[in-house]
């Protein structure tokens, strides 16, 4: 392999040094992202089993959450004993100088299981 002329030597350099930069200002950027707004996160929250449809293929669950959080998806378990149903909430930290506010809602949501509950133990996750 022969050596670089000074010219393409240069134009290496400055390819590199801009993909430095690149990263930096990247990794910069996330930084500031986590620090000002901050990222969700997703918790198992307590809920409650409120029906069971006659068919037993859809549960009734109610579960709460604050004003810094909003509903996350709900989560079925199914095994041949036991139906385990997760309540998840996104959980967000309030941006620099703003408070959560002190809103409660609770919520309803029905999930629709593989098969039928039958004799089968149902149960909520506890967080």
Known sequence: MERLTGEARDRVRASSLTLVVALT?????????ATLVGFS?????PSEIVAVSDDGHHVTVRYSYGGCQRAGPLEVHETAETVVVSAHVEERRPLTGQACTADLVI????????????????RTATP
């Open 107 to 122: 919520a309803e949501e029905t999930v629709t299981l593989d098969t039928p509950l039958g004799d089968r133990d149902l």
């Open 41 to 45: 996160r997703t918790t198992v929250v």
């Open 25 to 33: 200002l990247v990794g910069v950027t996330i930084g500031l992202y």
